[in-house]
């Protein structure tokens, strides 16, 4: 067994005589030190050569008291025992109260007493220690996570957010300790079906949710949480690792769309096959018709011509256009600046806006970088969804908002309208072909921008707004390998 060190701190050489009397009857387990004045103690107890420090409460001009708050100031982690020649409550719970091991008067110190003060000392310092090591490796992993780390209450109180998650929410240091953490979840029942769930089952893995930046920007995100006590304030903390799934779910989503468009082209070229046939053999029967000798002077026959001749050319034309946008073609990839092809486009729909009465704003950025896109697919697709606005605005005034913004791996551009908005029903619904809730609207165009924009590795997605809607466009900055088909 290793033996213990132990300082006495004490200015009467009486009470160390007495003291080493005690300690002779521990045997050789215990080897008693002595310092004879205050600056001596400290500075044995900053050496840190020693297992247990006895200090006597008067020590001059100074007490142990002041020792007591000097070493642990200075980072003490060993046991310190306060002895007085007399009871006193208040001393003892002064002492106490600053993290002494114990407290002892010296008319009531024999063997006995002393060791088992000494022993419960260590042990107790001991577990202390392991609970500060284990806290500083927590802490450790907690500040320097990749993942947004946080800690809350039942109240939905934040007690603290580690820098990944301040930085991925986009909130300043300490910011979010002032608000609730619904705030965080882009739905509050979600935030609802997430506590209740982990009040529950006591701990929740993989909850799945979208969450909701300081800008208004949503992730979708997976939580796993444990619940804690907290033995400072007792109460139960909770304890979330946030993953971000974003990128999953945008490869996800792709991955579906890809499918979807290929099926769609497969569809879209048998169905021109089998319609384009009989409309041809209707048009050379009219053709016939109109011909004949016998009808060239009938009004009412040619009229009747006309209409059908009419009408196939259109169903013709909807049969390309249809499998026109569900054709993958081969892009014409050149680097352009994006804020000069919006510029362009909506150059192009001036006729369209101003026929509308439209208040058009914009807010583009002009990044430093150009983008690799077909610049013809882009502006065409830009055109839908600005097409597509325009004609969602009934009651003035009409506005369109268009703004654009960068980071290092996206271009991101908002279009956004006031009008009545999609349905809770037809949200999902309206990138599928021929869908469209228009008069005379043949429901392709936002399916192209899709197909056109999926092809350039980026997306579109609507986002509900209390009043209108909100495209959504990202177009990737950089373009690395073997890319687009």
């Not at 796993?224 to 989503?253: C, G």
């Not at 256009?321 to 892009?331: H, R």
């Amino acid at each position: 067994m290793k033996q213990v060190k132990v300082l006495l701190i004490d200015d009467d050489e009486d009470d160390y005589v007495l003291t080493r009397t005690v300690f002779r009857k521990l045997g050789a387990a215990f080897q008693l030190d002595w310092a004879d004045s205050y600056e001596k103690g400290i500075g044995g107890v900053l050496k840190r050569a020693y297992d247990v420090y006895l200090v006597d409460y008067r020590l001059g001009k100074r007490t142990g008291i002041d020792l007591l708050k000097e070493a642990i100031n200075s980072g003490c982690m060993e046991p310190i025992i306060i002895l007085t020649g007399k009871g006193d409550r208040n001393i003892d719970e002064q002492a106490m109260d600053l993290g002494a091991a114990d407290y002892l008067v010296k008319d009531d110190i024999d063997a006995g007493v002393l060791e088992r003060s000494i022993r419960y000392s260590m042990k107790q310092a001991a577990g202390l220690k392991a609970v500060r090591d284990s806290e500083r490796r927590y802490r450790a992993v907690f500040e320097q996570a990749n993942d947004p780390i946080l800690v809350s209450d039942p109240a939905g109180r934040i007690h603290s957010i580690n820098p990944a998650g301040e930085r991925f929410f986009g909130y300043s240091p300490g910011e979010l300790l002032q608000l609730p953490d619904a705030i965080l979840f882009r739905r509050i029942e979600d935030a609802e079906r997430f506590r209740n769930l982990l009040e529950k089952n006591g701990s929740l893995n993989d909850f799945e949710c979208e969450l909701k930046g300081r800008e208004g920007q949503y992730y979708h995100c997976s939580l796993s949480s444990f619940i804690q006590t907290d033995l400072v304030s007792v109460a139960e903390v909770y304890h979330t690792i946030i993953r971000d799934l974003s990128y999953r779910k945008h490869i996800e989503e792709k991955s579906v769309n890809m499918g979807k468009m290929s099926i769609s082209e497969h569809i879209a070229k048998g169905l021109g096959e089998e319609i384009r046939d009989p409309l041809s053999t209707i048009n050379l029967a009219v053709d016939e018709l109109a011909s004949d000798q016998e009808l060239s002077y009938n009004e009412s026959v040619q009229g009747c011509l006309e209409i059908i001749k009419t009408n196939c050319d259109r169903v013709s034309q909807l049969i390309q256009n249809f499998i026109s946008s569900t054709e993958t073609k081969t892009l014409n990839l050149q680097r352009h600046s994006l804020s000069e092809v919006i510029e362009e486009t909506l150059k192009e729909a001036e006729e369209l806006i101003v026929g509308h009465g439209i208040r058009l704003t914009r807010e583009l950025e002009e990044p430093g970088h150009k983008v690799l896109l077909d610049k013809a697919k882009i502006k065409v697709a830009l055109s839908s969804v600005i097409r597509n606005a325009a004609e969602a605005m009934s009651a003035y005034p009409k506005e369109i908002r268009i703004s654009s913004t960068s980071d290092q791996a996206m271009f991101e551009i908002r279009i956004e309208d006031n009008g009545g908005g999609v349905s809770p029903a037809n949200r999902d619904k309206i990138f599928e072909p021929f869908f469209t809730t228009k008069k005379r609207a043949n429901g392709l165009g936002l399916t192209h921008a899709q197909r056109v924009l999926t092809t350039h590795n980026g997306s579109i997605a609507l986002k509900p707004l209390d009043k209108g809607s909100l495209f959504l466009i990202r177009i990737p900055v950089y373009h690395e390998g073997p890319v687009w088909q």
